[in-house]
T-cell receptor, first 115, second 111 residues
C-alpha cells in the first residue's frame, strides 16, 4: 500500500484562526479523501479530492469552511477555516489504490484542538 | 438516509476464543465491504475486504457477506490481546470510492 504522511500531526489553535493540513503520498493516486473523526465517534467523509478538478463535498460540509487543494497526484491540503471548539477533531486523509484498486488506506491523522 | 449499524460493544472475548462482529447496511447498491481495525489514538488500518457473497479467509480473520440480508460479519479466530481495538465496518457506497463507516465495535481480549 502507499505510504501516506500528514503534517502537522497535532496542533492547538485559537478560535477564529485557520489551519492547513497537508497530505503527501509516495506514489501517484487518483482519488484522495478527507475525513473527520470527532472524539469518540466514527469517521465522517468531508470531501473527495481529484487532481485537476474541484473537490466534491459531502452534505454538511462547505468549501468556505473546508477549502481543499489538489495540485498534483501525490499531494493535497485541507484547510479548516475560522475555527471554533466544535472543530476539535482528528482529520484524516486517505487514498485509494495499491495492490487492490478499490481499497482505501489512511494517513496517520492530524489531531486538532481548538481553544 | 444510508446507514451502517454495528454493535458498539465492548465485546469481551477470552484469549484464544472467536470474536464475532456484525454489521448491517441499508444501501443495497453497495458492492464491496471493508473492515478496518483502529487502535486507540491511531488511524484505521485495513484488515479485510470482501466483494462476493460467502466467506473470505485471511489468516485468523474471516469476512462473511450476505447481500440479500444486507449483512456482513468479521470473525477473529484465536483472539489475542493485540486484537483489542475498535473494528469499523465500511461499505463502499458508490463508484467514486465513497466509504460509509459504522460507529465501530470495541473488542477487548482478556488474558
Amino acid at each position: 500500500s502507499a505510504v501516506i504522511s500528514q503534517k502537522p500531526s497535532r496542533d492547538i489553535c485559537q478560535r477564529g484562526t485557520s489551519l492547513t493540513i497537508q497530505c503527501q503520498v509516495d506514489s501517484q493516486v487518483t482519488m484522495m479523501f478527507w475525513y473527520r473523526q470527532q472524539p469518540g465517534q466514527s469517521l465522517t467523509l468531508i470531501a473527495t479530492a481529484n487532481q485537476g478538478s474541484e473537490a466534491t463535498y459531502e452534505s454538511g460540509f462547505v468549501i468556505d469552511k473546508f477549502p481543499i487543494s489538489r495540485p498534483n497526484l501525490t499531494f493535497s491540503t485541507l484547510t479548516v477555516s475560522n475555527m471554533s471548539p466544535e472543530d476539535s477533531s482528528i482529520y484524516l486523509c486517505s487514498v485509494e489504490g495499491g495492490k487492490h484498486p478499490d481499497t482505501q488506506y489512511f494517513g496517520p491523522g492530524t489531531r486538532l484542538t481548538v481553544l | 438516509q444510508k446507514e451502517v449499524e454495528q454493535n458498539s460493544g465492548p465485546l469481551s472475548v477470552p484469549e484464544g476464543a472467536i470474536a464475532s462482529l456484525n454489521c448491517t447496511y441499508s444501501d443495497r447498491g453497495s458492492q464491496s465491504f471493508f473492515w478496518y481495525r483502529q487502535y486507540s489514538g491511531k488511524s484505521p488500518e485495513l484488515i479485510m475486504f470482501i466483494y462476493s457473497n460467502g466467506d473470505k479467509e485471511d489468516g485468523r480473520f474471516t469476512a462473511q457477506l450476505n447481500k440479500a440480508s444486507q449483512y456482513v460479519s468479521l470473525l477473529i479466530r484465536d483472539s489475542q490481546p493485540s486484537d483489542s481495538a475498535t473494528y469499523l465496518c465500511a461499505p463502499r457506497t458508490d463508484s467514486w470510492g465513497k466509504l460509509q463507516f459504522g460507529a465501530g465495535t470495541q473488542v477487548v481480549v482478556t488474558p
